[in-house]
């Protein structure tokens, strides 16, 4: 079975620190994709990442950076300098390829506040 | 345009009504998607279209119909509802309905049924 867990559900930081969401993900199947999902206050989902299961290499973009490790099945997400914008949900996110369609299975979210 | 659109962001109906939601994308996407979403949870996935067919239903009540006029819009028919279905729906489109295809969400509807 597949399952995606994010053991924060609430963090709260002061505008301009760091912060790491974690995501930890569970699947048998050697081909899958792991997504990040912002929610902010406005309700739509906006992509912010997908990494595929054959590609461990770090990504970084902007204050946004991923650390993917397949040893402890981990996706995890850090905003360097965090403001007031990133106060959000996120959503780690997991799909398979054997299924025959994209059905995502999502973490239960960490709602991030950031304050000024 | 990069955007999904959802209309009404608000909706407050009886249990007897009978509404619609509706969504709508432009960047050719192929895969369509409506979710349900309750306060503090992860969305939902309730139903799946596929180059405009439904592909899947994920065990939803009836009174739920969702419906594909064509590639580019999708409705979500209501009818009979309960109290417990009051949530945020969400609606998502992917160039395709394949496993890496990252999801483009709509600002949702918020569905109040009393």
């Known amino acids: 079975a597949q399952k995606v867990t994010q053991a924060q559900t609430e963090i709260s930081v002061v505008e301009k620190e760091d912060v790491t969401l974690d995501c930890v993900y569970e699947?048998?199947?050697?081909?899958?994709?792991l997504f990040w999902y912002k929610q902010p206050p406005s309700g739509e989902l906006v992509f912010l990442i997908r990494?595929?299961?054959?590609?461990?290499q770090n990504e970084i973009s902007g204050r946004y950076s991923w650390n993917f490790q397949k040893s402890t099945s981990s996706f995890n997400f850090t905003i360097t300098a965090s403001q007031v914008v990133d106060s959000a949900v996120y959503f780690c996110a997991l799909t398979i390829v054997k299924t025959s369609y994209d059905k995502v299975i999502f973490g239960p979210g960490t709602s991030l506040s950031v304050i000024p | 345009d990069t955007e999904v659109t959802q209309t009404p962001k608000h909706l407050v109906m009886g249990m007897t009504n009978k509404k619609s939601l509706k969504c709508e994308q432009h960047m050719g996407h192929r895969a369509m998607y409506w979710y349900k979403q309750k306060a503090k949870k992860p969305p939902e996935l309730m139903f799946v279209y596929s180059y405009e067919k439904l592909s899947i239903n994920e065990s939803v009540p009836s009174r739920f119909s969702p419906e594909c006029p064509n590639s580019s819009l999708l409705n979500l028919h209501l009818h009979a509802l309960q109290p417990e279905d009051s949530a945020l729906y969400l609606c998502?489109?992917?160039?395709?309905?394949?496993?890496?295809?990252?999801?483009?969400f709509g600002p949702g509807t918020r569905l109040t049924v009393l």
């Open positions: 998502a489109s992917s160039q395709g309905p394949e496993p890496y295809n990252e999801q483009f």
């Open positions: 699947t048998r199947d050697t081909t899958y994709y």
């Open positions: 990494r595929n299961s054959f590609d461990e």
